[in-house]
């Protein structure tokens, strides 16, 4: 599920579609709702980009093909012969109830969970409301979806993140997409994390590997029922085994390709907060 082998395969598959079509690429965007500039981007070689999940809808639906064969997931464009995906809404950033409902489905079962940042379980509230508030949320959101993010903090739950080691030095550089956060809040959310990975462990293991070598876009698998990618104000949500399946092997091999594992954690993070500036 490398982002670079799907954004190729899908610009090969558009290009394709676009030839089809017979039309020009200015009429192709129009009618996919996208300017021309936009669809450029998308199909620049080398570009590692993928549109919105309501745009991979609406060309899936007009020209007869499935989001997965879009994907490079299913090898047919028939969506008769594609696997079960579905588009859930996350307009709020956190969509509480959608994943708590995953979480509880799968109370049993294995959770492998790869952030958009840092993983909510070892998040701290005031950080989680500073992101929140860089969106511009009102006090009262912002304080409902930080209250209601107990689904996620089961000890119980047997769990396994990978993260980019990036992810933790950028908090502790206090770099993209920390620029703004107070030293004193980095430094609070890494003790915090030195804490919550002991405490948690063996039920939660945390496996770090190189981005500048290995890329995931993030995603969550919830044992054997269902895997959903972030994808911002949507979540794109496979439900057949096949490709939950494909999902779990590439986790595999994040795991196999990770320079920090689980019981290292602890003095890894120990290390990275020695290197901060004192308060």
């Known amino acids: ?39 450029s981007q998308l199909l620049t070689t080398d570009a590692v980009r993928l549109p919105r999940a309501d745009t991979l809808t609406r060309i899936a639906l007009q020209y007869g093909v499935s989001v997965d064969w879009l994907l490079g997931i299913a090898q047919t464009a ?11 809404e996350n307009s709020e950033y956190y969509n509480i109830p959608l994943l708590t409902q995953w979480h509880d489905e799968a109370r049993e079962l ?31 959101t912002i304080q409902s ?17 990978c993260l980019p080691t990036q992810a933790i030095i950028s908090l502790s550089e ?25 405490e948690l462990y063996p039920s939660l293991r945390i496996f770090l590997f190189d981005e500048r070598l290995y890329h995931s876009v993030p995603y969550t698998i919830f044992g054997s029922l269902r895997a959903a990618i972030y994808a911002g104000s949507q979540y794109i949500v496979f439900n057949d085994q096949d490709t939950v399946l494909q999902m779990q092997t590439h986790f595999d091999g994040l795991i196999r390709k990770s320079s920090i594992q689980p019981h290292e954690m602890s003095n890894w993070l120990q290390q990275i907060l020695s290197t901060m500036p004192s308060l």
């Open 78 to 88: 028939d969506p008769s012969h594609s696997s079960r995906t579905e588009m859930a």
């Open 174 to 198: 206090g770099t993209f997409p920390w620029n703004g956060l107070s030293l004193a809040m980095r430094r609070a959310q890494i003790e915090h994390m030195i804490i919550r990975v002991v």
């Open 110 to 140: 294995k959770i492998r969970y790869i952030p958009h940042h840092l993983p909510d379980i070892l998040c701290l509230q005031d950080v989680v409301a500073w992101e929140l508030g860089a969106r511009h949320y009102d006090q009262t």
């Open 145 to 161: 979806i930080t209250s209601n993010l107990g689904y996620n903090r089961r000890t119980s739950s047997d769990m396994e993140i």
């Open 1 to 39: 599920m490398d982002k670079r082998l799907i954004s190729v395969t899908f610009q090969q598959r558009m290009i394709s579609l676009i030839q089809a079509s017979g039309k020009s690429r200015s009429a192709f965007a129009e009618g996919i709702g996208i300017d021309r500039s936009a669809l």
